[in-house]
């Protein structure tokens, strides 16, 4: 593939799951996209819509029924589990709406956590004070998930997730439990990575408030993208 400004590239991919052991069901039908580079992509789309199941694809979480995707320079439909699983270690970052933090871990050592699981060969002290610094909470390093407010737990999350340098940060629903207030706050980290680090952020959000603030957005309805 040659270079472009895309950081995915999506060609006709369907995902067909078997139902009663015969029928497949089709939850993403046909889907033709470009998710550009250093920008914020939002996904949306009611429950059921396939916006999901498009976001483990994407991620290289699971592999389509039919149709090409190329993350960066690799096309992830050609490749083995085993690579798969190397790409999403050094590539990729997730945010889920259940943030996860380990209790017994205080905010730094849940990011250096993060460095240790993806082999990260630079200066781990120095990229975990930085991280925490991005998401403003450079002087809560080392508390403990239970004395952060849900705000605070999402933000240690997001330094996480971003700490070994991924190209591309997924994040699902990542401001489905907070108030608007902190969700808005969020967002602005989520645009500053975009803009300092050259990341690639895709979320999902069924909140419209927030769409305004994406780049990009793509609307998910039964498995298809429209509008």
């Given at each position: 593939m040659t270079e472009t400004k895309s950081m995915i590239v999506v060609q006709n991919v369907s995902r067909g799951f078997e139902v009663g052991g015969e029928d497949l069901f089709w939850a993403l039908k046909h889907i033709n996209m470009e998710i550009p580079k250093g920008k914020l992509t939002i996904l949306k789309g009611r429950s059921g819509s396939g916006k999901t199941t498009l976001m483990n694809i994407l991620s290289a979480l699971d592999q389509p029924t039919e149709g090409m995707i190329w993350l960066g320079e690799h096309e992830i439909t050609k490749m083995s589990e085993g690579q798969r699983t190397y790409l999403r270690r050094k590539e990729v970052g997730y945010?889920?709406?259940?943030?996860?933090?380990?209790?017994m871990m205080t905010a730094y050592e849940n990011v250096e956590f993060s460095l240790r699981l993806a082999g990260y060969d630079g200066n781990w002290k120095e990229r975990v004070t930085k991280c925490l610094h991005m998401v403003g909470l450079g002087a809560r390093m080392q508390h403990?998930?239970?004395?952060?407010?849900?705000?605070?737990q999402q933000r240690v999350a997001i330094a996480r997730a971003v700490a070994h340098?991924?190209?591309?940060?997924?994040?699902?629903?990542?401001?489905?439990?907070?108030?608007?207030?902190?969700?808005?706050?969020?967002?602005?980290?989520?645009?500053?990575?975009?803009r300092d680090e050259g990341v690639t952020v895709i979320m999902t959000t069924h909140d419209t408030g927030l769409m305004e603030i994406g780049d990009q957005v793509y609307e998910l309805e039964d498995g298809e993208i429209i509008g």
């Open positions: 945010i889920f709406q259940s943030v996860a933090l380990i209790p403990m998930p239970q004395e952060l407010s849900g705000g605070e340098q991924p190209a591309v940060l997924f994040a699902d629903e990542p401001t489905a439990e907070l108030d608007t207030n902190t969700g808005l706050q969020v967002m602005k980290i989520f645009k500053d990575l975009c």
